[in-house]
Every structure is written in C-alpha cells, then in structure tokens.
C-alpha cells in the first residue's frame, strides 16, 4: 500500500482525491512550515498554506522574493494542489476570509497546521505595549480564530480531522513571544477537549531550537553542545512529526505537548 492509498484510506478526501491540509506561515524556504508542506504534498496530502511578506521584510533573515511561488511550484509537482495566501493574521478578520479562499479553490480542510508566529526579542523591561499585544494577536488570538473556524466549519469523517500548532518553551528575554505561545498551547489542548465531539485531534510541538537560518555561529555550537544528539535541530525533523500526527497512524495521539528536540534539557 502506497502512503497516498493509507492516507486517503481513512482520511476525508478532497474533489482530486486528497485530504486537505491548510499550514500557516509558510513565507521562507527554510522554514519549518515549508518543509510541513512539502512532507504533506509527499504523504498524500493537497495543501493551501499562507505566508506574510512584511514580516519576514522587517526580521533578521529578510524577505525571500519568489518563495511561496516557488513552494506552490514544488507541491504541484509532486502531483498535489496547491493554494497560496497572502494573510495578515494580526487581522481578526483574516482567519474566516482565509477559510472562504480555502474551500473555494480547494474544498474542505481536513487538517489545520499553525506555523505562523510573530517573534521580536525582548524582555519584561523593554518590551512595548504595541509588540506585547502583535504577538498575542497573531500567535494567541488567531490561532484561536483559525481553530475556531475550523471547527464551525469541518465536515470531516469522525476521526479523521487534525490540528497541529508549533509552540515554543522561550521566556526570559523573549518576554512577548514565550507568553504568547504558551497562550498558543493552551487554546490548542483546550480544542482537543471542545472539538471531541468532532473527533479531531489536537497537539502542540515544541521543536527546540531549529536551524532555519536565525542562529549565530555561537549560539549554534552552544545548541549542539547542550543536545545529547549532538546536532541541531532542522525543519525536515519537525515536518516529519507533523505528518504523522496527521496520519491515520497518528491518530490516537491527542491533547498532547510533544517536545521534539533531540533530548535537549
């Protein structure tokens, strides 16, 4: 049996023959969310994913022209659909227009990956009510409104639907981004509860330190020092935990905070 026959197997099925999946954040190619959609279109999946220019512009790494039309390219490739959205998830909007795209072009979401985050360092002493109050926009209250959506809207088969946000465990020095994610994980655990009714799988991955291009060369060594595995983590790791928590065989993990960081303390 083929991964695409044992997905669609006990996973909803799109018009093409799919499950659907809909990845958040997929702006940089490497990322962890672009290496989400591509484990996705490999495993059998059709995939809608969104990404938000401005961001990446303003941060360290710089905007990567061409990217998500580059992604788009690859997932269709590999024999998939594929959808690409530009969203401001800081836009309490956003989330139900982004479903409406979505199930025009594509049809209905099988499974919701949140990848998105707004991230700037700061600490309890230099942290603004303006970046306080982006982060818990985009990492806490849209996730809350995506996975809102999602549930008002699914249509799935019991069992099969899933959700799948990407969290952090920063706090000091990281004041906005480590409260916010936490909020992120609490919305995610508490839908495992509220969508049961559904049979939905919910669950939070917190990937450690990953290489997608942010880390100095010190902070680096110091990562690989510190994990028993003596090596940093990459997005392929990450992806490959996605995509089976949203396999049929991954379905009898739920309600989960799964740390997936090479052992790191």
């Not at 093409?16 to 940089?28: D, E, S, Y």
């Not at 209905?108 to 009510?129: M, P, R």
């Not at 008002?152 to 409260?179: E, M």
């Not at 010190?218 to 996605?242: E, S, Y």
């Amino acid at each position: 049996m083929t991964d695409e026959t044992r997905v669609g197997s006990q996973q909803d099925l799109g018009e093409a023959g799919r499950p659907l999946a809909l990845v958040t954040g997929a702006g940089r190619s490497a990322g962890i969310a672009a290496s989400v959609v591509l484990n996705l279109a490999q495993a059998g999946w059709d995939v809608a994913f969104t990404y938000w220019t401005p961001y990446d512009a303003r941060m360290q790494w710089g905007m990567e022209s061409g990217a998500p039309e580059e992604l788009q390219k690859k997932v269709t490739s590999l024999g998939a659909r594929a959808h690409a959205i530009e969203a401001d998830l800081s836009d309490p909007a956003v989330p139900a227009q982004l479903f409406d795209s979505v199930e025009r072009e594509l049809g209905n979401v099988t499974a919701l990956v949140l990848c998105h985050c707004e991230s700037v360092d700061s600490g309890l002493l230099d942290t603004t009510v303006e970046s306080f109050d982006l982060h818990f926009a985009v990492n806490a209250r849209a996730t809350w409104l995506l996975i809102r959506e999602y549930g008002l809207r699914f249509r799935g088969q019991h069992g099969s639907g899933r959700i799948v946000s990407l969290t952090s465990d920063h706090t000091a020095g990281n004041l906005p981004y480590g409260a916010s994610k936490g909020a992120m994980d609490r919305i995610t655990l508490a839908a495992a509860r509220e969508l049961a009714h559904l049979g939905v799988t919910c669950n939070a991955i917190n990937p450690g330190p990953t290489d997608t291009g942010w880390m100095s060369e010190d902070l680096k060594a110091d990562m690989i020092r510190l994990t028993p595995l003596g090596r940093l983590g990459v997005p392929q790791d990450c992806a490959n935990l996605v995509t089976f928590l949203c396999s049929a065989e991954g379905g009898w993990i739920n309600a989960q905070l799964l740390q997936s960081n090479g052992g790191l303390g």
